[in-house]
């Protein structure tokens, strides 16, 4: 089978709107586990300066790094969130499941 008839047949392509995009190797089994498109899109060697002045000072963040890391920030404040209100409604169903089992029937 040809490189065209995989695309022409949307097996492993990505797109939005109609286009298609030929995926690269497990990029479509990423996306569909909620990840990343590629291996390499966080870490250590993505998010940090690609170097440091020679008296040890880091280098100035990019845009795109202040960008990133605000992203991060925000879904780490988002899970904080829904964790609180989990562990709220956890408390207030436990009272409730409590006060049904004490009160007299």
Known sequence: ?????????G?????R???????????VHRLAQGKPRSGNESGPLHDLA?????DGTAAPETAKQQKWKQARLDAQE???TLEREMVDLHVKWEAKDLEK????Q
């Open 1 to 9: 089978m040809s490189f065209a008839t995989l695309c022409r047949s």
């Open 11 to 15: 097996w492993g392509t990505v797109g």
């Open 17 to 27: 709107g109609g286009s298609v995009i030929p995926a690269r190797a497990g990029q």
């Open 50 to 54: 690609d170097f440091h002045f020679a």
């Open 78 to 80: 988002r899970i904080a």
């Open 101 to 104: 089992l004490q009160s007299p």
